[in-house]
Structure formats: C-alpha cells, structure tokens
C-alpha cells in the first residue's frame, strides 16, 4: 500500500503520507484530489478507460491490483441480485449449477466479455426472481443462522464466565474480611498464645487456598447442556437426484479369436519372454500382463475378416 501513486498526479504514500487512494466500477484508481477537481459536477470519465463515472459512486481502493478491486466490486453487486442459499433448491445438483451461473457472469463482467447479453440475463433474472430477491434480502441462510447462534451462544459463555468471576472476588473479599475479623476477636479475647492463633489461622488460609474450585456450570438454567442446540441440528431431507447408475460391461467385436483371459496369460507360458516391470512401474499401477494381453488382442485382431464382394453393374 506504500507504493501506491495516483496515475493522474502521481503522489505516491512517500511524498503525502496522507494520501487516500479512491476507486470506481472500472477498478482504476485516482487519489481523493484528482477526484474533487476531475469530478465537480458530479460525473466525468475515467481517465484510463474514458468510462463515464459518477463522483458518489467512488470508494477507497482495498487492493493493489486493479482487477482484484474490479472483481471484488462486481461480485458484490451481482451476488446482491443472486442470493440464493441452498435449501432454495431441489438438490444439490441444480445449487451447484446455479453456482457455476453466476461464477459466468462474474467472470465475463470482469473480463469485458459478452457484456451486453450478460447484463440482459442479469436484468431478465431480476424480473423473473423480484420477489425471491427481497424475501432472500431479509432472511438469514442457514450458515448465517449457525453463525448467530454461535457467536450468541460465545456471548452469553463469556457473560456467564464474568459473572462467575466477579462472584468469586466478592466472596473471596468477604471471606478475607471475616477471617481478618475472626482473628481480631481471637487475639482480643482468647487466653490462648498469640502464635499459636495465627499459626492456626495460617494453616486454615492454606488448606482454603489448597481446595479444589467447584465444577464449572455446563448446564443452563433450563438443563439443557452448552452447545446441544448446535449439534442437535436436523440434517436436511435427502432427495432423489435419479436412478443409479448402472455399470455396463463394455463389449469389443475383435473379428478374430478370443484372446486368453488375464487368469490364463501367466499359466500358458504367454509371459515367458517378456520383461517384468521394475519398481517405479510397479508403484505407478502398470503390470507386464497389461502389455502382454494388449499384444494379444492386437496380434489375432481381425483374423476373421472376410472382405466382402464387390458386385459392378
């Protein structure tokens, strides 16, 4: 960020430490000078790209990279129109191509692709999804949700474990009040040796210290333990994404005889003469019976071939 220059005066963060950097749709950038004196009334054009630009529209610059800054612009104002979560779907094949749709239109917008027909499917889907897109505007999506309840359920933790602190500096206050007073009636009233009194009460200051702390609340007031409501979250309902796939043995016409099986290479001396794979082969999935049995399908391929004839008028 030391490194940035405005491309119009060329002040650098070096030369006015604060120089604030700003950014429009195009992603070129211009200092916050440059902006007020090119944009006065309020629009002009860039000028590297000669864009048409309004002043309101400019945004102090994040990333270095002006493409960076570009995408990260349009993506946020494409997925502002394109948000939808994934329990809008049927299954989580047509989510994915929902996903890779608008992972397009980013992609050509940023690129100056096709830039016409992108915006004209970006306006037809606004039309055609008006009413999703502001029910999507002010709902949560389920990761959203989640995350709520967690930094809620961290809140109310953290709450709970101040409360629980400041009890136990306020009894620990108390206890050392009372024990300072204990000891003060003790030596004023009791006929016993002074030493022998604050032996005693040294030795009770340590065994309270020794004792074990109680067992921290895991627990709600309801009984309902830390964390339960999270991992106790229904899966979604699974849904039918069609038939199985059935695997179908692929059959090879040789127009010749049948090869011997894998079983039979070995046994009928067919691997007699050929080198064995070394290691590296080995470790790489390959085996010599592989090469051995494509030789013989292509040694008796086509063996049976009988050319047909050729009847002239």
């Known amino acids: 960020m030391d490194d940035f220059a405005c491309p119009r005066c060329r002040t650098t963060k070096f030369q006015n430490p604060s120089l604030k950097m700003l950014v429009n749709v195009c992603g070129h950038g211009l200092c916050e000078s440059c902006v007020e004196l090119l944009f006065l009334k309020g629009s002009g054009s860039c000028p590297d790209c000669k864009i048409p630009l309004r002043r309101n529209n400019f945004r102090v610059q994040l990333f270095e990279d002006a493409s960076v800054e570009k995408e990260v612009d349009i993506r946020r ?3 502002r129109d394109f948000n939808k979560k994934e329990e809008d779907f049927a299954n989580l094949r047509e989510f994915n191509d929902y996903l890779e749709e608008v992972e397009t239109i980013i992609y050509n ?8 027909n992108t915006n004209k499917k970006i306006e037809q889907y606004k039309k055609d999804n008006r009413e999703l897109i502001q029910k999507n505007k002010g709902r949560l999506g389920r990761e959203e949700y989640e995350l709520e309840e967690m930094l809620a359920f961290e809140k109310h933790i ?8 400041l009890m136990e500096e306020i009894e620990t206050k108390k206890k050392r009040i009372k024990r300072k007073e204990a000891l003060i009636d003790e030596l004023m009233f009791s006929n016993t040796d002074a030493k022998n009194i604050l032996d005693t009460f040294a030795q009770q200051a340590k065994e309270e210290i020794q004792r074990p702390p109680p067992s921290k609340v895991s627990k709600f007031s309801s009984g309902i333990e830390f964390g339960r409501k999270s991992q106790s979250m229904f899966l979604p309902v699974p849904t039918d994404d069609g038939p199985t796939y059935q695997y179908t043995p692929i059959v090879v016409d040789l127009d010749g005889p049948q090869p011997p099986s894998d079983e039979n ?3 009928g001396g067919f691997m007699n003469h050929i080198r064995t794979e070394t290691a590296q082969e080995n470790a790489g999935g390959f085996k010599t019976n592989i090469a051995c049995l494509r030789a013989l399908q292509e040694s008796m391929m086509g063996l049976y071939h009988a050319r047909k004839p050729v009847h002239r008028n």
């Open 265 to 267: 290479i070995a046994s």
């Open 158 to 165: 953290n709450e709970a474990r101040k409360q629980e602190i």
């Open 109 to 116: 917008l940023g690129n100056d692709l096709e830039v016409i």
């Open 77 to 79: 104002r494409v997925l």
